[in-house]
């Protein structure tokens, strides 16, 4: 049986710990011993979300056969909104594909060598996830409030770079490793 | 395909057999991601998300196909940036509680949609998929290339 928010309150806790940009100021500007630099993986993830999404505003109507629509510009807005909230502080990760449905929805995925996660935005709204973990066979699904809660805590584990050499050190959200194996 | 929408009746839903298939040809890039794990370039349970405004799921019906003396991989041809194609049973698609139903379309007589399709129901289906042409990985790659220049090009302009 698939977990849900109700029986697994802990899920909503957040997996990883994130530091907001205003806590990164230094109390006193010569505290860095050094510039601080845009990292460029951020560039590269940010720049990927951004193309995706622009290729999904080149779709035409009728693209995957007859009676599909074009996707409207608040659920592309919405996805990369999404995606860039939920890696908000993340040096090393990749960019999601935005994969484009006929009926104007659009999917979030990654997949990785440790996992993959979908989240599915359909035009009127709603949301749909599924999750794997590799690493213990887990797997996890849920909707609306609870696929956002979800994809929150898994997308940075998630996308976590893989050639990183802090990957080796981020956990997966340690709730999912006995609830859903 | 216009005249024979014109002069032939559409099958009834109930009428089309379990054991044949439910084609879906896939195009690239949208239908296609590129999976790390496996390490190469596999189906997006998208791919058999709604496909229309009206949430059907469209495809070819192998039933109709077969009848009429063609191969079922007939009209993958003509589908544009066709990278591989999947069949679905019917029997096993109406087990998942989905109808499946012939949708004759201007362009195409044998066209069939399935409909009833929920966000749920997408991996299911993905995982019931039995591959008839499998995914051309190196098309799928170029496709992609394809997709990220013209992209790099609009946003150098």
């Avoid at chain 1, 007859?66 to 939920?86: C, F, H």
Wanted: contains cysteine.
């Amino acid at each position: 049986m698939l977990p849900t928010l109700s029986s697994a309150p802990d899920f909503l806790q957040p997996a990883i710990e994130f530091t907001s940009p205003q806590a990164c100021q230094p109390s006193r500007p010569w505290q860095f011993a050094r510039p601080v630099e845009p990292s460029q993986k951020v560039a590269a993830w940010s720049a990927g979300l951004k193309q995706s999404a622009q290729r999904l505003l080149t779709l035409k109507q009728g693209w995957d056969g007859p009676g599909s629509s074009e996707i409207p510009l608040n659920v592309v807005r919405r996805a990369s909104q999404l995606v860039a909230d939920a890696l908000a502080g993340i040096d090393f990760a990749e960019a999601p594909y935005l994969v484009p449905g006929g009926d104007g929805s659009v999917q979030v995925e990654w997949h990785e060598k440790h996992g993959e996660l979908e989240l599915d935005l359909s035009a009127d709204g709603k949301l749909h996830i599924v999750g794997r973990n590799y690493l213990t066979g887990a797997e996890f699904e849920g909707e609306d409030e609870e696929a956002l809660a979800l994809f929150f805590r898994w997308a940075a584990w998630v996308a976590a770079f893989d050639g990183h050499e802090d990957h080796e050190d981020t956990e997966a959200p340690p709730a999912i490793l006995e609830f859903a194996a | 395909m216009k005249i024979m929408k014109i002069l032939r009746r559409p099958r009834q839903s109930s009428s089309l057999l379990p054991d044949r298939g439910f084609v879906r040809t896939l195009q690239a890039p949208d239908h296609v991601v590129f999976d790390k794990a496996e390490g190469r370039y596999r189906l997006s349970s998208k791919a058999f998300g709604p496909s229309t405004a009206d949430r059907n799921l469209s495809g070819d019906l192998e039933e109709l196909i077969v009848q009429d003396g063609l191969q079922v991989s007939a009209f993958y041809p003509a589908v544009p940036r066709a990278i591989g194609a999947v069949e679905l049973k019917i029997g096993a698609v109406r087990t998942l509680g989905l109808e499946v139903h012939h949708h004759p379309v201007e362009a195409n007589w044998y066209h069939g949609s399935i409909s009833g399709i929920k966000s749920s129901h997408k991996d299911k289906l993905k995982r019931i998929a039995i591959s008839l042409i499998d995914i051309d990985q190196l098309e799928a790659a170029r496709f992609e290339r394809e997709k990220n220049a013209a992209l790099n090009d609009n946003a150098s302009q």
